[in-house]
């Protein structure tokens, strides 16, 4: 049922900018526009509140009270919602809603998005078409789903992608897609995982998967995946630099339960990865690609990063480093002096 608070969701849809709504109580209402936090003179009742959560639920099949005190979901227009129950607020339900563009962009149609030229997005467009396997990295609310989304436009539509959530965030337009969502338990329903069901995506017949992030013992199938043929997977992290990514993957798969030791395990994760992509605020609280980094293989038990690219000066630099995968770049439509002009 409607009511205020979805009145004021559907006026904020009007207005361009706009990335984030936050209800931290009845009185006190944040929106993100443009980088920048703005408290809004708005001021909701408990019961509206309320209604608002239970409408949540209700349309994404999950239960939401005492005993089920966090909810992540989305709403009906695709924008990601997090709710946290009262009885851990000391006050009201909190609310935050991360918003998404209802136009699926793609590089062409946004220039300069991430701070990136047209020699970059080039690129990281061949990174794709040369189908070598990417992370996203970054910290919360930097936009690595949008730039995920972005390197899911260029994907051939002739190839099958399964995708993977447990909210769903990722937007693209590719005819053979089949998009899996992790489910709890819910009453007398059997919950499916992300690692539940990437298990099940190795029978299904993918050319990519994408895993939309990784959070638990997932990495361990995914790893597997990406080193048995499905060249050109994707999946995000929340890392704050490419060397954290490797620390953050390796803490994941032990924590999976799986007793390999570290040198044949950051072997694998070396063997699995061949870039990292991260996703940073620059000063102005610009969302910017910050490192385009090589995992170009592994020395000992280390694992062999370099930076292809470096945000510095307000730009996306080229560090005088050429990939070690540079000839299957090449072949994917690369051009022998690429780097020299960027």
């Not at 919950?191 to 997932?218: A, Y």
Request: glycine residues 8%; contains cysteine; charged residues 25%.
């Amino acid at each position: 049922m409607k009511n205020r608070i979805n009145d004021f969701i559907d006026e904020l849809s009007r207005k361009a900018g706009i990335s984030e709504l936050i209800i931290n109580r009845t009185d006190n209402v944040y929106v993100e526009k443009d980088g920048e936090m703005i408290r809004i003179d708005t001021k909701f009742t408990d019961e509206e509140i309320e209604a608002f959560c239970q409408a949540v639920a209700l349309f994404n099949r999950k239960d939401f009270d005492a005993r089920h005190p966090i909810l992540d979901g989305n709403l009906a227009d695709g924008s990601r919602v997090n709710l946290i129950h009262r009885d851990y607020t000391n006050s009201t339900h909190a609310i935050t809603i991360r918003r998404y563009s209802r136009v699926i962009k793609n590089f062409d149609g946004a220039p300069d998005i991430f701070g990136l030229s047209s020699a970059w997005v080039t690129f990281l467009k061949l990174l794709v078409k040369a189908r070598l396997n990417v992370v996203v990295a970054g910290g919360t609310g930097v936009g690595k789903t949008t730039f995920l989304n972005l390197l899911l436009q260029e994907i051939s539509p002739r190839e099958r992608i399964i995708t993977i959530e447990d909210t769903r965030e990722l937007q693209f337009n590719l005819p053979n897609v089949v998009r899996l969502e992790a489910r709890p338990l819910l009453g007398d329903q059997r919950g499916l995982s992300i690692q539940d069901l990437l298990k099940n995506t190795l029978r299904m017949r993918p050319d990519r998967i994408i895993v939309g992030e990784v959070r638990g013992g997932e990495v361990f199938d995914l790893l597997q995946a990406m080193n048995t043929g499905h060249e050109g997977s994707m999946t995000s992290v929340h890392a704050n630099s490419p060397s954290e990514s490797l620390l953050r993957l390796e803490n994941l798969y032990m924590l999976s339960g799986h007793d390999l030791p570290l040198k044949a395990l950051r072997y694998q994760i070396s063997t699995a990865l061949d870039f990292i992509v991260q996703i940073r605020r620059d000063k102005a609280g610009q969302r910017v690609v910050h490192q385009i980094t090589e995992v170009s293989g592994v020395e000992g038990d280390r694992i062999l990063l370099q930076d292809i690219g470096l945000h510095k000066d307000g730009e996306l630099s080229f560090t005088g480093l050429v990939p070690a995968c540079f000839p299957k770049l090449q072949r994917a439509g690369l051009p022998k002096d690429f780097f020299k002009g960027t």
